[in-house]
């Protein structure tokens, strides 16, 4: 017996409800738990573990860039304007198809080798028993499928998904099929098949395999610092590839310098010849016409010219080199291509206004950068740095405008000068004129030469000494623990995934099912107490269990529930309690009929009344015949003396239902009924009404009004969950005194009877 009064649900907690919905299915929720920690587990089976090995790599400064500012050396400049790349430049070409090209052919990407080893696969990186070479693929869509090399006595077959091959192939020997051709060398002896994996040419390798595994990226954005990673499933190739891609790429460097070295070596040698031979004549026709006309130096006042003429000449020299500078500069920034390599340029030409703007520029960049990877292009912001962007990028094109006009407009005055300091020539005597013109020539030529022959030992020193604008800060280095899959992360979720989706799947089940499972489950649709459960109570005219097993755990309950209905009923005479049940088959005409009876088995004089004039059902468990009855008395038919049958127990009597009336709402409505319970309730200590299912007429509802003590009978897993959850506003608005709950067929430990729910 449990008689007790539930609180209001609007003080539970939702997740203790939630709990409580989905207990009665906890196995089913630590199947789908279990299986899918299992499922899991197996898919970390078979899953390769991927490491990452990364580098550090430096980019160092511009060595060269320094030596312009500071050497205010044009020549270099002249034939390029490259300077240093930036960060995002390099990290751009450490992730090209052209960087990466090499590397995979040092690596020899193209084959990959497995053996099958407690039936999953794993990689040979090191040392295969077989090496395959030379690859002409003739099927592309062989490219990354496994085919298997089964070994035999005199060579092998290969195997193409689950198509054998019938050749036999001889190692070291060109093996031809439809789809590609190689030559397999054995490296070892061997028993068990060997997958292998064809990858294609290095393109292929790279666009599918190498792409998706390198990550380039800089490492802080306030120093030039890259960290170069790549992801594999064998810890060695990915070190062994980040060490050849890093390696490759410093030593692509060197090259690039030294090629760019012998550029200005080549244009040094073209100059220094073609100058060397403007020299030798000048020093000749100057030495023959100071022989021939005995004239050695010249006058005071045409040395003073000639100096003139000399520094004239060696300016417009220097001035066609800056004018090819300017000229350059305007090709780059019409293109807006990496500003910031102009730079050592802008210096040795004086434009620091220039340069301020390229700062301000590479700043907005910047920002620009950082918006863009959190908003569209039409962000009221982002819009406004592009502005201001393409702004500064117009002034510094007018900037360099205007120096390559201002050279130009030097130019032309140096020539202006020139011309006028030769015209003061003319009033010189010819020979003296004469000399002045060789001796210019041949000191022109002179200081041209002794500068390219300077250069040319500057670069040579350069190309001996070149070294890489890049420093390896840290060599590859790869985590013995793999990145991936986190094994522990990944079971701890499968078990967290799994124990939501069966506690959800278990939720929506309940949710599906419209019959209320256990009494725990009555309390949280109503607040109606529960007077009793019935645990072995089977089904509907199950017979007088009480009396014919009065030590059973079904007769210890009706003992308990009439304890607590005698606590409720303290008048001496004429107690009366009304069982119904939602519908049919819910078991009231059985706990009626029980219940009367443990009452009379303890002194009690009761009588029952059958007032379910629909489908009257207790009188066969007393085994009385129902021609007369409640239908035939109301009716005026008999008296009250008719009505009244003696059953098999002592203190308890029986009034069955009689003949089906078509008026029988009617009748129950009758004064005729008062004046029947009323005369009852003077006779009896206990009258007993077993009334008609609650929802399927209005007569039990008039005659809960006229008992002491309601009871409605629920049943598990067959009573719906709706009447239940209407039924404390039906009760509240009628008022009805001493409702409660009867739970029929509940759950036990004990059940001898073996009694189906």
């Excluded at 990673?229 to 890093?246: E, F, G, H, M, P």
């Excluded at 040094?268 to 030798?280: N, V």
């Excluded at 918006?371 to 962007?389: C, G, V, W």
């Excluded at 009760?731 to 001898?752: C, H, I, M, W, Y």
């Amino acid at each position: 017996m449990n008689h007790m009064i539930n609180r209001p649900k609007d003080h539970e907690s939702y997740l203790l409800e939630f709990l409580r919905v989905v207990a009665p299915y906890r196995w089913s929720i630590l199947a789908i738990t279990l299986l899918s920690v299992l499922f899991t587990a197996t898919y970390l089976y078979f899953t390769p573990p991927i490491y990452e090995s990364s580098a550090i790599v430096k980019i160092k400064p511009d060595n060269q860039n320094i030596h312009r500012i500071t050497g205010q050396d044009p020549l270099s400049s002249a034939l390029s304007v490259s300077g240093n790349a930036d960060v995002e430049q390099e990290l751009a070409i450490l992730n090209t198809f052209y960087t990466n090209n090499k590397a995979i052919d040092k690596l020899n990407m193209a084959v990959q080798y497995f053996v099958k080893h407690d039936y999953r696969k794993v990689e040979i990186f090191s040392n295969p028993p077989i090496k395959i070479k030379n690859v002409t693929i003739y099927n592309n869509e062989i490219i990354g499928k496994q085919l298997i090399l089964h070994p035999k006595q005199n060579g092998f077959k290969i195997q193409k998904e689950n198509i054998m091959g019938q050749q036999i192939f001889a190692y070291n020997q060109e093996v031809q099929t439809k789809d590609f051709k190689c030559v397999v060398e054995k490296q070892s002896n061997f028993n068990q098949p060997i997958h292998f994996q064809l990858n294609g040419n290095n393109r292929n390798i790279y666009e599918k395999i190498v792409k998706e595994k390198l990550k380039v990226s800089r490492l802080n954005e306030d120093v030039s610092i890259i960290k170069v990673a790549y992801q594999d499933t064998s810890a060695k190739r990915a070190d062994d590839y980040v060490n050849a891609l890093i390696n490759i790429y410093i030593d692509q460097s060197i090259t690039d310098k030294s090629k760019k070295n012998n550029k200005i070596l080549d244009f040094i040698e073209q100059q220094l010849t073609i100058t060397g031979k403007k020299l030798k004549l000048s020093e000749t026709q100057l030495e023959e016409y100071r022989i021939n006309n005995n004239v050695i130096q010249p006058t005071a006042q045409s040395g003073l010219l000639l100096d003139r003429l000399n520094n004239i000449e060696i300016e417009l020299s220097e001035n066609k080199i800056k004018e090819r500078l300017a000229e350059n500069l305007m090709v780059f920034v019409k293109n807006n291509k990496h500003l910031d390599s102009i730079v050592p340029t802008l210096r040795e030409l004086g434009e620091e206004p220039t340069i301020m703007l390229i700062q301000t520029i590479q700043d907005l960049q910047r920002r620009a950068n950082e918006l863009s990877a959190e908003f569209t292009e039409k962000h009221p912001d982002l819009i406004s740095l592009r502005n201001q962007i393409r702004r500064n990028q117009r002034t510094i094109y007018l900037n360099v405008k205007n120096l390559k006009s201002a050279i130009s407009n030097r130019q032309q005055d140096l020539t202006q000068l020139k011309t006028k300091n030769e015209s003061n020539l003319k009033h010189l005597p010819e020979k003296e004129k004469q000399l002045i013109q060789y001796q210019r020539n041949y000191d022109v030529n002179s200081k041209m030469y002794s500068y390219l022959l300077e250069k040319k030992s500057e670069n040579e020193m350069k190309k001996v000494a070149t070294i890489s604008d890049y420093e390896i800060i840290d060599h590859a280095y790869s985590n013995p623990k793999p990145i991936k899959p986190k094994k522990m992360m990944l079971l701890a979720m499968a078990f967290i995934i799994g124990l939501l989706t069966g506690m959800i799947i278990a939720y929506i089940r309940n949710a599906l099912i419209n019959k209320i499972q256990d009494s725990k489950e009555i309390k949280h649709l109503t607040s109606l107490p529960i007077y009793g459960e019935l645990p072995l109570l089977a089904k509907p005219n199950a017979g007088l269990e009480v009396f014919n097993n009065p030590q059973s755990p079904l007769t210890t309950s009706f003992r308990n529930l009439r304890t607590t209905l005698q606590f409720m009923t303290n008048k001496s005479k004429g107690n009366t309690i009304l069982v119904t049940s939602s519908i049919s088959n819910e078991g009231k005409s059985t706990i009626t009929s029980n219940l009367s009876t443990i009452f009379q088995m303890a002194g009690y004089k009761s009588i029952i009344l059958d007032l379910d004039l629909y489908q009257p059902t207790l009188h066969k468990f007393f085994n009385i015949e129902h021609a007369i009855g409640m239908s035939t008395y109301l009716n005026r038919k008999d008296s009250i003396g008719d009505i009244i049958f003696s059953t098999a127990y002592q203190n308890l009597d029986i009034i069955p239902a009689g003949p089906v009336a078509p008026n029988a709402s009617e009748l129950i409505l009758s004064e005729r009924f008062n004046s029947l319970l009323s005369t009852l309730q003077k006779r009896y200590d206990y009258i007993f009404i077993d009334s008609a299912p609650f929802t399927m007429v209005a007569d039990t509802l008039y005659l809960m009004q006229f008992s002491d003590v309601n009871l409605i009978v629920v049943r598990e897993n067959f009573t719906q969950k709706s009447f239940l959850s209407n039924l404390d506003e039906v009760v509240a608005q009628r008022e009805f005194k001493n409702t409660g709950l009867l739970v029929n067929t509940s759950q036990t430990d004990s059940n001898p009877y073996g009694y189906e729910k």
